[in-house]
């Protein structure tokens, strides 16, 4: 059940007097009924209050709202009644959180807002009303065939779906090139111009925002396909998503304040543009839309846009079920980005774990490519959701490894693919997610790490008379120290050639604590490493070589991103190194009886600083990748342009 509004004594006089002529503006003069008005000034000037709350005002103070005189309901222009089939607020959302307080907004301000929302409102709902075979439920919450067109019509839905998602993933990883300049901006002529300090920077920022801006037309704005038979209401989240990033690159390339809607406002054009060319069919009122949309100044779009994802995302609701993958999708969206406590992620997750298992339960009946690809898509959002939203480590871990198997790991052994797909899109996402996942847990073996330190330093862990002092407190020895018999299999070559293993058994065999301590943190290293390398690492090389191999740009893209989050591991395993390396200094230098000799001692040490010194190379060899790639497409770009 949606959450109830707040009360009529949660606003003061002055509030309600305010709020006055807008409303009388939207219930009586343009005659809309109470609970769209009531939605309107929700999203608009974050008013939000029961119906009997403002039933209570018309019968008190507002004599001019009743509708009970025949003027009223002469003008009033109610839509054809179509009830909604579900609750605009699914079970999984607690509260909305479109602002706290109400705000001023100047007449012309509100007017333009509401004819965009009233515009997109009845594009979502006239879409779904129009067709009532579209809503034609079975008892196990699947869509009817209607007929042949409207089964042609979803057979083809994943194809432009497949878009709007590569779309969304160009603006993601065109939005590290800001934070990543130097990469590219300094092969320029700038470095040659003799400018001041100042100048130069301008020079520079300027240049930056040309290169993204021309990227995101070649790459993005005229290659977002609309149609006729094609588009849908079910686009709308991802150009929301879309138009959220631009906002953000916005920002990196350093507009101001007033002007950091431009690349959005492009984005918008180009949209009004492809849809201006459908005359007929639901979609002409999107393109009524984005001609209102137009006509909004540039330092307010960015609220429309926020306000229009949650429209869209009430208005999805009310046509669909909770568990429809565009509903979630929407909701996901808006709650990642305002506040994930009104989002009951538990419930969310139940419902997108439906949504999957449906989309490949189809899939499995009918064997159609299609929706093969339409469940790749369904297992992409559900994977970034439980990680980048819910935060659910092993559901993210599982869905992962699950979207692996279905891409990177065919793909593995085929030739690189010619362009981007959804399937190339699921593999590169699944291995950046396992890569988050491993650095993570990377991040929490450095804290272990750093706290071995610190008791060594709290305690001189460095002889035998600390031990009694410290056993009590370092829960990681109880039993553990003399269980190790033999290392994993890491670098078991080099491991070999430096005698590392019997050098690991003479510290555990030492009665003193600290290098007992070293023993079991060095096994734990070494067994994370074997980890790290034959699961994460191993995917991140073969999705990142196969996207690099590829002449495409937006596989380029997808690679550099990649051999960046590799560098990012790579680091985190050569700080754990380095940790334990200085540990062991330590520990050996301030001993008075050390249990390895000065050769013992030092194979140990140049072991590790062997190992540290070949990480950093792989991490600049990395860096490096994902440098070169980006030079491409952007000395691309520029060669296009001229």
């Not at 240049?207 to 149609?227: A, G, H, P, S, Y």
Request: charged share 25%.
């Amino acid at each position: 059940m949606a959450p109830s509004r707040t009360g009529e004594s949660a606003y003061s006089r002055d509030q309600w007097r305010a709020i006055h002529p807008i409303f009388h503006n939207i219930y009586i003069d343009q005659g809309y009924s109470l609970e769209k008005t009531l939605m309107a000034l929700e999203l608009i000037y974050h008013f939000k209050a029961t119906e009997d709350a403002f039933r209570n005002q018309i019968k008190r103070n507002w004599r001019d709202c009743a509708k009970n005189n025949r003027v009223a309901r002469g003008n009033r222009t109610r839509p054809s009644s179509i009830a909604a089939i579900f609750p605009d607020l699914p079970d999984y959302i607690a509260g909305l959180v479109a602002g706290t307080v109400p705000r001023s907004l100047s007449f012309q301000c509100f007017q333009h807002h509401f004819q965009v929302l009233h515009s997109l409102d009845k594009y979502i709902k006239g879409f779904f009303d129009t067709y009532p075979s579209r809503l034609a439920q079975q008892n196990n919450g699947t869509i009817q065939d209607a007929n042949v067109a409207e089964k042609e019509e979803r057979e083809q839905k994943p194809a432009i779906a497949g878009r709007w998602c590569r779309a969304l993933s160009l603006c993601r990883e065109i939005s590290i090139l800001p934070q990543k300049k130097k990469d590219f901006i300094f092969s320029s002529n700038l470095v040659k111009d003799k400018l001041d300090k100042k100048a130069l920077k301008q020079k520079g920022v300027q240049e930056m925002q040309e290169i993204i801006t021309n990227i995101l037309k070649e790459n993005v704005f005229t290659r977002v396909e609309v149609n006729e038979k094609e588009s849908t209401p079910k686009d709308l989240p991802a150009l929301w998503n879309v138009c959220r990033l631009l906002r953000g690159v916005s920002f990196q390339l350093g507009y101001p304040e007033d002007s950091q809607a431009l690349l959005m406002r492009l984005f918008f054009d180009e949209l009004r543009e492809a849809f201006t060319r459908i005359t007929q069919g639901s979609n002409t009122e999107m393109g009524r839309a984005l001609e209102l949309i137009q006509d909004i100044p540039l330092r307010d779009l960015k609220d429309i846009a926020t306000i229009s994802c949650l429209c869209s995302a009430r208005a999805l609701s009310s046509r669909l079920q909770p568990h429809d993958p565009v509903v979630l999708e929407a909701w996901a969206d808006y709650y990642q980005h305002h506040d994930r406590s009104k989002l009951k992620k538990d419930v969310f997750l139940v419902h997108y774990k439906r949504a999957y298992e449906e989309a490949r339960a189809l899939n499995e009946t009918t064997g159609n490519g299609l929706y093969d690809e339409r469940t790749l898509l369904v297992l992409i959002n559900y994977s970034y959701a439980a990680h980048y939203i819910c935060h659910e480590k092993t559901l993210a871990e599982q869905l992962s490894s699950e979207l692996w198997q279905q891409t990177g790991a065919l793909l593995a052994g085929k030739n690189p693919p010619q362009c981007w797909s959804v399937k190339a899109q699921g593999m590169a996402q699944a291995a950046k997610i396992q890569a988050l996942l491993c650095y993570a847990e990377l991040e929490d073996k450095f804290k272990g790490y750093n706290d071995l330190r610190k008791h060594i330093h709290n305690y001189k862990l460095g002889n035998t008379q600390a031990r009694v002092q410290c056993i009590d407190e370092v829960s990681q020895v109880g039993e553990t120290w003399h269980m190790i018999v033999c290392l994993p299999p890491y670098d078991s070559q080099v491991q070999l050639q430096f005698g590392i293993q019997q050098v690991v058994q003479r510290l555990v065999l030492s009665p003193d604590l600290g290098f007992q301590l070293l023993a079991i943190e060095l096994q734990d290293l070494f067994a994370t490493l074997l980890k790290t390398e034959t699961t994460t690492r191993a995917k991140l090389r073969v999705a990142a070589t196969k996207l690099y191999a590829s002449d495409d740009q937006d596989c380029q893209l997808l690679a550099a991103g990649l051999y960046e989050q590799h560098a990012s591991v790579i680091t985190a395993c050569r700080r754990n190194v380095d940790i334990l390396r200085y540990i062991f200094s330590i520990l050996f230098k301030k001993a008075k009886v050390p249990p390895l000799t000065e050769m013992e001692g030092s194979k140990l040490k140049r072991y590790l600083d062997n190992l540290g010194s070949r990480m950093r190379a792989q991490g600049k060899e990395c860096h490096l990748k994902a440098k070169t790639l980006r030079e491409l497409v952007v000395n691309f770009d520029k060669f296009v342009k001229t």
